[in-house]
């Protein structure tokens, strides 16, 4: 079965010379399509470097990284950008652009891909945000939503495109227990319907239940739980 995510002996440092400082070590994880997956593990521990590693946002030093079937050690930029539009991304602050209604903070992650015009932008746009419960809500800015319905423009955002993979971070912090249950139950409901694969990092033990698998990140090190 060909992984959606395939990890090998990866470590990953900041700073150089006497500087030099390895905040992760020796990772290896696989990922099966449609799995969803759940990281957990204190502040600090690398959760959110290895992400962002995953999502091709930070290029990988040492050790093989294979994001559907792309090796990304030594992937140059364009390789990255290309890997990139095969994932959604879903933040712990939703980063919404606050001069941008939720239509077209959807609308613009459909239209980084060249074979969608507007018009059909638009159109998925409308109905993805129907399908996350805000279809008279798209043409509110971010500052007229409350923080769910910030988050749930931020999962219309993230899953327009039918993404093969999606990274959320933290996507509940904020957010109080029955919206933070509704936020990931309706990702999970998307991302079965569309067949994606999840991986969530989170410190909310309210939602575990929701994974096929928890992984927990220690000091740089990941464990099975």
């Given amino acids: 079965m060909d992984f959606v ?5 990866l470590n990953h440092y900041f700073g150089n010379g006497i500087l030099k400082k390895q905040v992760l ?34 290029s990988v030093q040492e050790g093989s990284l294979k994001i559907l079937q792309q090796e990304m050690n030594g992937a140059n930029e364009e390789q990255m950008v ?4 095969f994932i959604g991304y879903i933040f712990q602050a ?11 903070n959807v609308q613009m992650s459909i239209e980084l891909h060249d074979d969608i015009g507007k018009e059909e932008a638009r159109i998925k746009a409308e109905a993805m945000l129907a399908e996350v419960g ?18 749930r423009v931020a999962i219309a955002r993230a899953l327009v495109s039918h993404p093969k993979l999606v990274l959320a971070d933290e996507p509940t912090a904020a957010l109080d227990k029955k919206t933070g249950r509704d936020v990931v139950t309706l990702m999970q409901r998307l991302a079965k319907e569309q067949g994606s694969t999840i991986l969530l990092v989170t410190h909310d033990n309210r939602i575990l239940d929701i994974a096929n698998r928890i992984i927990h990140m220690e000091d740089g090190r990941l464990f099975s739980q």
């Fill in 134 to 151: 805000l279809g008279e809500r798209i043409n509110y800015y971010p500052e007229n939503l409350s923080g769910g319905q910030k988050q």
């Fill in 82 to 85: 290309q890997t990139r539009r």
């Fill in 25 to 58: 070590f020796d990772i290896n994880l696989d990922i099966y399509p449609g799995e969803i997956v759940i990281m957990t593990g204190p502040s600090g521990s690398g959760k959110t470097t290895l992400l962002s590693l995953i999502g091709a946002l930070r």
């Fill in 94 to 104: 939703h980063n919404l652009l606050p001069f941008m209604t939720a239509r077209q």
């Fill in 5 to 9: 995510i395939s990890i090998r002996n």
